[in-house]
């Protein structure tokens, strides 16, 4: 007796993450997400209602670029559901936002022990430890983003 496997056993979702903006375009994938696939439904995350209603529309074209592409999911897919997250899509630019900043100061590094010297004097007359520190970080920044 022959055995069907199952597609998801085959199948690697983050492949289908991974050409999301090929298949939606770069407006629609800044902010919509392939979630899961579920009995036959494709579910997606999306930042607003007014993107899920965008997908909504373009749902069978959405189906037959995906079958396309990845000819493994051919039947598998046949209906699309939304779900509305705002907060992961605030988190996720955040979080690219954090990547792409530049990096501090290495504590090691010569401009760094020079502010962190000037610093400790500036504020000796400070008695409690957690208070010292918070001022302490606060003048290394503040010294070290002005002197760039």
């Not at 036959?40 to 959405?62: D, G, P, R, V």
């Not at 954090?98 to 020079?114: D, G, I, M, N, V």
């Amino acid at each position: 007796m022959l055995k069907r496997i199952n597609w998801t056993h085959s199948f690697d979702f983050l492949l289908l993450s991974s050409a999301w903006p090929e298949l939606v375009g770069p407006l629609l994938s800044q902010n919509t997400v392939p979630l899961k696939m579920k009995n036959k439904t494709l579910f997606i995350l999306t930042k607003h209602m007014a993107f899920a209603q965008e997908l909504n529309y373009l749902a069978k074209e959405l189906i037959l670029k995906i079958e396309s592409k990845f000819p493994i999911l051919k039947g598998v897919i046949t209906q699309i559901a939304f779900e509305t997250n705002e907060g992961f899509f605030n988190l996720k630019k955040e979080i690219e936002l954090k990547s792409s900043a530049p990096s501090p100061f290495h504590p090691q590094s010569p401009k760094y022990r020079l502010a962190l010297e000037e610093a400790k004097k500036f504020f000796s007359h400070l008695e409690e430890n957690e208070e010292k520190e918070k001022w302490l970080s606060l003048y290394i920044q503040m010294k070290l983003n002005t002197n760039n």
